[in-house]
């Protein structure tokens, strides 16, 4: 009886301890793939986050090439503008013109609106408006001939956004490859349409010659990359010389 007693608690001792061999065995499984998978989801949330990092450092570094980029762009705009003026002005000065005042209000506008508002983002249609306006002002008591400037505006809300300094350069072309070049009858048309959001502006002159295939200016050059920073798929440029014709539209959806 002892003995049989014996020989069964050997066997149940050793069947406990192989449980227990078992149970360990599984429980160091566990502990591995436990491990294993925290370690790899570490090693995987370290990489995204570094990724994520990286990803957010180039972000930036783009966001402030293209915003150094956009002020370049913006510094270059209309510079011969000013000189033309300034010579025009003095003449105005040294001739004792009553225009000389008138001159010089509009032209100390037009340079407040370069310095400031052309630092903003956006600035209401209204501003950029008044700013064009001004800008055909001068120009028209600069030129010692009759000229034909027409300039109809369409806009359903005023306070609708636009990129600063945006339309000028199509205007200025107009009037240094155009207006300026032309002796007699010299016009110059320009529309402006603003509705829902959609902006139309169209420019048409007279030119001097017949059409002929001539390389664009800095100043279309720096519009174009302007329109591709500031509104990317969003705009169309087109520019058409026919004969002794020039017509320059742009299309921007504002929203």
């Not at 013109?97 to 609106?113: F, H, W």
């Not at 600035?123 to 008591?141: C, S």
């Not at 920073?229 to 504002?254: G, Q, R, S, V, W």
Request: proline share 2%; no cysteine.
């Amino acid at each position: 009886m002892v003995i049989t007693i014996l020989v069964f608690s050997i066997i149940g001792m050793a069947e406990f301890k192989q449980q227990l061999e078992v149970d360990d065995q599984l429980q160091y499984e566990v502990y591995f793939w436990t491990f294993a998978v925290l370690f790899w989801s570490t090693l995987v949330g370290v990489i995204l986050a570094q990724g994520f990092d990286r990803w957010a450092s180039y972000k930036q570094l783009k966001n402030e090439h293209a915003k150094a980029e956009l002020s370049l762009l913006k510094s270059k705009v209309d510079p011969h503008f000013f000189f033309n003026t300034l010579n025009n002005l003095y003449g105005l000065t040294v001739e004792k013109s009553e225009k000389a005042p008138d001159v010089i209000l509009k032209l100390s506008d037009i340079m407040r609106y370069v310095i400031y508002d052309g630092d903003e983002d956006r600035v209401p249609f209204k501003k950029e408006i008044e700013y064009l306006e001004k800008y055909i002002e001068i120009h028209k008591i600069r030129f010692q001939k009759q000229v034909d400037i027409t300039f109809e505006k369409q806009i359903d809300n005023e306070a609708e956004q636009i990129a600063p300094l945006m339309l000028v350069t199509l205007v200025e072309n107009a009037f240094k490859h155009g207006v300026e070049q032309i002796a007699d009858n010299a016009f110059l048309k320009i529309s402006i349409d603003v509705t829902n959001g959609k902006l139309v502006f169209i420019v048409e002159n007279n030119v001097k010659e017949k059409s002929k295939k001539t390389k664009p200016g800095i100043g279309l050059k720096n519009l174009r990359k302007r329109l591709e920073l500031i509104y990317p798929k969003k705009h169309t440029l087109e520019l058409e010389k026919k004969e002794y014709l020039f017509k320059a539209a742009l299309k921007i959806d504002l929203e």
